[in-house]
């Protein structure tokens, strides 16, 4: 019986997009126009009537005294136009901005709003200089007290934040002048940037315009009378309302993004080009290119399917799946669009977790011997189901970081993945999982039956065709599992409970952006509704050993090795400790991988120009980020 990482033959370690596949500057800190002599700057013709009738200022005095350029994948775009979009596609072309951002590889964090940020005090601090005259969409001047805003008034109020989340803890915040500030937290944290440039358009709000709703600054009293009048709860439902952009509300929240929304209802947004929008490209001219953005809520993602496959939005992805790619690809031509193909940077696009913390003793026993959970990874045949739920694209595989990854190893990839139900079934004979009474399903080592119960929900991977190939390969080795298909609000409140045997969801947080601050597959760090194998080890780990159930001496070095990982400045001795936690996962198999890097259906009409043809889709990404949509345009006639 082997105790160590099995090379296998058939899973491959493909699916890495070369970085010749987009522009060199894309991999740097963006330049300025000063270092490219720009001198005179343009505007879209259809802010000319604006700035002439003393409604604008002139676009040199909107923008930065010296912005930063930005190159769209295929050079300078024209400006005009109107881009049909869905709902759950908005963010493709408005996408949130913050002080840093995602490199296209997903692992290099670059300046933005931000011009740049330096750690001091071993880590501890983090000082972030603003680039000064950004702006909100209003023209008001982005300073460091729209991030203190944020940080004292609404992460540490508790009326609005009651728990904070684990990075802020212990941390405070210092504002030096309007255009820098630090934070300060109690133990190094090194990986923070990945923070920022993923999530940090979270950490700031407008402050000049959402004071008025906040009852250190209005009285309570009148913000509940406001909110009643509104026919919204109270006074935190309605300094919600504000800033959520994207309620049917609205109440001209000013934003960073490239785009500002003009109106909503229930059926149809409309966005119209942010004026203050601080980029421009080499040319001089402001961005973005196009002018405005008409937002079709479409709830069903066949529809959503249907409507794209004629042709009747500029760009759409999301809630699309991989089984859509024969209709996309057979109307293209005829409906003038392609369809692009990015892989998902998940380890596996649907990764299978057995609950090793089951508050059942005797399935808790089966389920935490290493045995059971590599024979049901070497039951499953990985290229039937690349086949057939992939069309042969995908990337069959051990639950892993994605090649491209600097703590990715090959071996990783390949560990448990071969197929081979001989060897699955010689463990489980091993460990006395065996058919005793001949009707070709295996019982416990106890001699009772398996009652296991597979229970999952669907959306965005080939989740539910998975299921039934997987639980067909694992009844070809006398494991006959039930099947339970559960909403994603149950499956919640089970995760967290930690009553279900086993579940699925798709692992992303498998590239360098996140794997280091997520690690959510192989670290009991997480309780949430896609982790369902440890949740009272992840428990135990939150609480400083408070609640939850100790987790055994390997499971702790797990987290160990991740406390080094998230807090050490030396990247070798980072890297080393990644590494032993993903080679415990090849080893452990702490959750099964199946296809990874899986293809994912991108329609790009044909006269939306500059969109790369690769890139990496999915959230470590958010989609579409760090591809320079701002750059995007729509080729006028």
Known sequence: MPSQIRPESTASTGGDIPRSAWPESWFKAPR????????????????????????????????????????????????????ALFTAGEQLLNVPEGPLRVGPQLSLTLPNFAAGVEYMNGGRTLTIALRPGHRWSDGHAITSADFAFWFDKVLMDKRLTPVVEPRFKGARMEVHDPYHFSYHFPEPQPLFVKFLAHSGWRISLPAHFMRRYHPDFTPVEQLEEEAEELGLQDWRTYFQAVNNVRDLMVFDRPVKTAYVIISRTSTRSRFRRNPFYPKVDREGKQLPYIDALEVQRVDSAEIMA???????????????????????????????????????????????????????????????????????????????????????????????????????????????????????????????????????????????????????????????????????????VGLHIGVKQISGSLKGIRASGGVMDMSLWHADRNADILFPIEPFWYVPMHIGQEINHWAEWSRWYR???????????????????????????????????????????????????????????????????????????????????????????????
Not at 349 to 365: L, S
Not at 373 to 378: D, E, G, N
Not at 594 to 621: A, C, M, Q
């Open 306 to 476: 249907a409507k794209a496959s004629t042709g009747q939005v500029a760009i759409a992805g999301r809630q699309f799946k991989t089984a859509d790619i024969p209709l996309f690809k057979r109307f293209e031509k005829d409906n003038g669009y392609s369809t692009y193909l990015w892989p998902r940077p998940y380890g596996s696009d649907v990764a299978i977790m057995i609950n090793m913390t089951h508050a059942d003793e005797r399935k808790r026993r089966i389920y935490q011997d290493v045995r059971f959970r590599r024979a049901l990874s070497l039951a499953i045949d990985r290229d039937e189901i690349n086949d057939i739920a992939y069309y042969g694209k995908g990337v069959p595989r051990q639950l892993t970081v994605v090649p491209a990854s600097r703590y990715f190893e090959p071996e990783f990839a390949t560990a448990w993945a071969e197929y081979d139900p001989q060897q699955a079934g010689a463990l489980l004979d091993a460990m006395g999982v065996v058919d005793r009474d001949g009707d070709g399903r295996r019982e416990g080592p106890d001699g009772q039956p398996l009652d296991i119960t597979f229970e999952y929900s669907i959306g965005e991977t080939p989740k539910e065709i998975t299921v039934e190939l997987v639980t067909a390969h694992w009844r070809e």
């Open 32 to 83: 300025k126009a000063s270092e490219l002599g720009l001198q005179a700057f343009k505007q879209s013709p259809i802010l000319d009537a604006l700035v002439a009738s003393g409604e604008l200022p002139p676009v040199a005095e909107r923008l930065p005294a010296d912005p930063i350029v930005v190159e769209g994948v295929d050079g300078i775009g024209q400006y005009g136009g109107t881009a």
């Open 543 to 637: 609480s400083d050993g408070v609640r939850g159930w100790e987790p055994p001496s390997n499971v702790k070095q797990l987290i160990a090795w991740w406390e080094v990982l998230r807090r050490t400045q030396d990247i070798e001795e980072r890297v080393r400790m990644g590494k032993n936690i993903l080679r415990s996962q090849a080893e452990n198999v702490w959750a099964i991988g199946i296809i990874g890097l899986g293809p994912h259906p991108v329609i790009v009409r044909d006269d939306l120009k500059n969109v790369p043809r690769n890139g990496y889709w999915g959230w470590d990404s958010r989609w579409s980020w760090p591809y320079y949509p701002e750059t995007w345009y729509l080729a006028q006639e």
